[in-house]
Nanobody
Framework: QVQLVESGGGLVQAGGSLRVSCATS????????MSWYRQVPGSQREFVAS???????DYADSVKGRFTISKDNAKNTMFLQMNSLKPEDTGAYYC????????????WGQGTQVTVSS
């Protein structure tokens, strides 16, 4: 059973930085893509950033130039470095991982809260 465990959330002032992590059970190479999503109460979960097995990355327009997604294959961990944080970046940040074999499945972590104060 795949498990994803996020950590690193917290409270930070606007303009500050924070790094959140997603530790995976088993090898990170089993996932074709890993992503970060965020959600605020009353709103849908929204895409933030993704990284493929081959290290291709993609970002939501709202975070381009401020956030950096990466992974450490040796530690089976994905990261999201968040700089120049804004109050609108506040939310619960969720780790997502996709596998395609033996069938397409997606897995989610439990989330870590990021709060940016103005």
């Amino acid at each position: 059973q795949v498990q994803l465990v996020e950590s690193g959330g917290g409270l930070v002032q606007a303009g500050g930085s924070l790094r959140v992590s997603c530790a995976t059970s088993g090898s990170i190479f089993q996932f074709v893509r890993m992503s970060w999503y965020r959600q605020v109460p009353g709103s849908q979960r929204e895409f933030v950033a993704s990284i493929t097995r081959g290290d291709s990355v993609d970002y939501a327009d709202s975070v381009k130039g401020r956030f950096t997604i990466s992974k450490d294959n040796a530690k089976n961990t994905m990261f999201l470095q968040m700089n120049s944080l804004k109050p609108e970046d506040t939310g619960a940040y969720y780790c997502n991982a996709e596998v395609i074999l033996p069938r397409v499945e997606q897995y989610w972590g439990q989330g870590t809260q990021v709060t940016v104060s103005s």
